[in-house]
């Protein structure tokens, strides 16, 4: 099984700043990586596909980055309902696996 | 507009059964894989099992293996989850989520509201 290990737990920002959140592959995943948003009472959302494509709908602030084993979400400057938890998934192969989740909370 | 709904959740004794059900709407349910993913009260997001649209492909996570069974009916635009042996450590909110591909082994485009399993004596 893949392990996915993200990192910071936790991401104090204020609005309008940039947030960077990692996600890191125990082997390679190639770029079968998304990122998925979750608010509180919601289900997630797709934001990020193959590494680095945004998703129908999603705004461009939300970029995604990385091959591999190493990976990055970026939102450059942070709006008040970006304020959620982020979870990385690789695809790679099965079992698909989750990271254990960034929250993104305000300043 | 895509709906996923899930639904048999509830309270159930260690060691009882359960069946879930996910009723999919508004695109060609029989072309795409389906997976069932949980969230325990407070933890993140934990894929349980996926199944292609032909059910040809199946997998499951290692903490299900032999106690829950994947299934489809593609007639009834549904997909099930058997759990058998039922343990605290499944108790979640347990997920019903669209692949965006027929074999399975992508990511996930849509999810249901999900619906509350409880393992409680």
């Known amino acids: 099984e893949i392990v996915m290990t993200q990192s910071p737990a936790t991401l104090s920002v204020s609005p309008g700043e940039r947030a960077t959140l990692s996600c890191r592959a125990s082997?390679?995943?190639?770029?079968?990586l998304a990122w998925y948003q979750q608010k509180p009472g919601q289900a997630p959302r797709l934001l990020i596909y193959?590494?680095?494509t945004r998703a129908t709908g999603i705004a461009a602030r939300f970029s995604g980055s990385g091959s591999g084993t190493e990976f990055t979400l970026t939102i450059s400057s942070l709006q008040s309902e970006d304020f959620a938890v982020y979870y990385c998934?690789?695809?790679?192969?099965?079992?698909?696996?989750f990271g254990q989740g960034t929250k993104v909370e305000i300043k | 507009e895509v709906q996923l709904v899930e639904s048999g959740g509830g309270l159930v004794q260690p060691g009882r059964s359960l069946r879930l059900s996910c009723a999919a709407s508004?695109?060609?349910?029989?072309?795409?894989?389906m997976h069932w993913v949980r969230q325990a009260p407070g933890k993140g997001l934990e894929w349980v099992s996926g199944?292609?649209?032909?059910?040809?492909?199946?997998g499951y996570a290692d903490s299900v293996k032999g106690r829950f069974t994947i299934s489809r009916d593609n007639a009834k635009n549904s997909l099930y989850l058997q759990m058998n042996s039922l343990g605290a450590e499944d108790t979640a909110l347990y997920y019903c989520?669209?692949?965006?591909?027929?074999?399975?082994?992508?990511?996930?485009?849509?999810w249901g509201l999900g619906t509350l399993v409880t393992v409680s004596s």
């Open positions: 989520a669209k692949d965006i591909s027929g074999a399975g082994t992508y990511y996930f485009d849509y």
């Open positions: 508004g695109f060609t349910f029989d072309d795409y894989a």
């Open positions: 199944i292609s649209w032909s059910s040809t492909n199946i």
């Open positions: 082997q390679s995943v190639s770029s079968n």
């Open positions: 193959a590494a680095s």
């Open positions: 998934q690789q695809y790679n192969n099965w079992p698909e696996t």
